[in-house]
């Protein structure tokens, strides 16, 4: 979970450094984190103790659909259109394909939280353990 923060960091760094402008990667970085508040709801909701309620089932699908739409579904447009750009953006296109395979890496440990959570458990009800996605996606606090 902290590699991504540290890719971003460094490469927005460098940017600065060189006086580059990372117009493509600032839109990358900036929409990946449209889902942090999905993400920081759920964790709250957990926490005080509402995690199988309908406040933290809505939560729950709102970072599954922000997660999906836009890192996956926008972050792959976004890799296509880094794949077509000069050799001047390469090292945006290193820092971007690294943050988007922790993404793919991230949609397994959700899809399989889904899977456990909701598509194992439609006869039982919305019942289960929400530590799998905690454990997937990293911390639980969002980071």
Not at 62 to 67: D, G, H, K, P, T
Not at 78 to 101: A, H, Q
Not at 136 to 143: D, W
Request: aromatic fraction near 14%; glycine fraction near 10%.
């Amino acid at each position: 979970m902290l590699v991504h923060h540290i890719v971003s960091i460094a490469t927005l760094g460098r940017a600065l450094y060189l006086g580059k402008n990372g117009t493509e990667y600032l839109a990358g970085v900036g929409l990946l984190e449209v889902t942090n508040p999905a993400l920081q709801a759920r964790w709250f909701l957990r926490t005080l103790g509402y995690h199988n309620t309908t406040p933290f089932y809505i939560a729950d699908w709102i970072f599954i659909a922000e997660f999906t739409l836009v890192r996956m579904v926008y972050g792959t447009c976004m890799l296509r259109r880094m794949i077509k750009l000069d050799g001047s953006m390469r090292e945006y296109f290193v820092s971007f394909v690294t943050i988007y395979v922790i993404s793919c890496v991230f949609f397994v440990g959700i899809l399989r939280y889904v899977w456990r959570k909701y598509v194992q458990n439609i006869n039982g009800g919305l019942t289960g353990s929400n530590t799998a996605l905690t454990t997937s996606y990293g911390t639980s606090n969002g980071g």
